[in-house]
Antibody, heavy 121, light 108 residues
Framework: EVRLEESGGGLVQPGGSLRLSCAASGFTFSSYPMNWVRQAPGKGLEWLVYISWGSVTISYADSVKGRFTVSRDNAKNSLYLDMDSLRAEDTAVYYC??????????????WGQGALVTVSS | SYELTQPPSVSVSPGQTARITCSADALPKGHGYWYQQKPGQAPVLVIYKDTERPSEIPDRFSGSRSGTTVALTISGVQAEDEADYYCQSADSGGVYRIFGGGTRLTVL
């Protein structure tokens, strides 16, 4: 069974930093691209970042470029999101999502349950 | 960059057909994908590559595409289908992913 479990969410002050982790199991993690997607309270889904299976290709949404850094450790079946210079508008549930390994196709076939990040003083 | 536009809401009675559209303001190279999200839950993929349906998704869910518009159709809507639905695609280079604003389906 494919499982994705986020951790590391919590309350952080504006300007602060936080690291989210996503533990993967039930599949060959090193074979799949991964993404982070967030959802602000009462709002829609917002794609944040893509990382290829070997970390060679990384793409960020403009809203987080330069502040957020994605990484992965295939040996530990883990995905990470380092978030710096956090703002109130970064308050959201953050999901890690597995992307299909099929070429030229870009959908998310499995999602974690999400980690809540609250940026507030 | 481009945008995916969905109607904010769609309402149907049980047993009727719901159709949710997603329009792109520029012709995307990639396909359209659809997710269902119920309150407090993570999104679930219901349609991929415009018209394909994961095996665990009921066959009352179907997808279609016409030009720069993709659509999700739910035939014989059930109360359990009440949820938010999001379309998703990617830019022509496959670098960025993008979601539509979401459509709340209400079953009257």
């Amino acid at each position: 069974e494919v499982r994705l479990e986020e951790s590391g969410g919590g309350l952080v002050q504006p300007g602060g930093s936080l690291r989210l982790s996503c533990a993967a199991s039930g599949f060959t993690f090193s074979s799949y691209p991964m993404n982070w997607v967030r959802q602000a309270p009462g709002k829609g889904l917002e794609w944040l970042v893509y990382i290829s299976w070997g970390s060679v290709t990384i793409s960020y949404a403009d809203s987080v470029k330069g502040r957020f850094t994605v990484s992965r450790d295939n040996a530990k079946n883990s995905l990470y999101l380092d978030m710096d210079s956090l703002r109130a508008e970064d308050t959201a549930v953050y999901y890690c999502a597995r992307e299909t390994s099929e070429n030229w196709v870009y959908y998310f076939d499995y999602w974690g349950q999400g980690a809540l990040v609250t940026v507030s003083s | 960059s481009y945008e995916l536009t969905q109607p904010p809401s769609v309402s149907v009675s049980p047993g009727q057909t719901a159709r949710i559209t997603c329009s792109a303001d520029a012709l995307p190279k990639g396909h359209g994908y659809w997710y269902q999200q119920k309150p407090g839950q993570a999104p679930v993929l219901v349609i991929y590559k415009d018209t394909e349906r994961p095996s665990e998704i009921p066959d009352r869910f179907s997808g279609s595409r016409s030009g720069t518009t993709v659509a999700l159709t739910i035939s014989g809507v059930q109360a359990e289908d009440e949820a938010d639905y999001y379309c998703q695609s990617a830019d022509s280079g496959g670098v960025y992913r993008i979601f539509g604003g979401g459509t709340r389906l209400t079953v009257l």
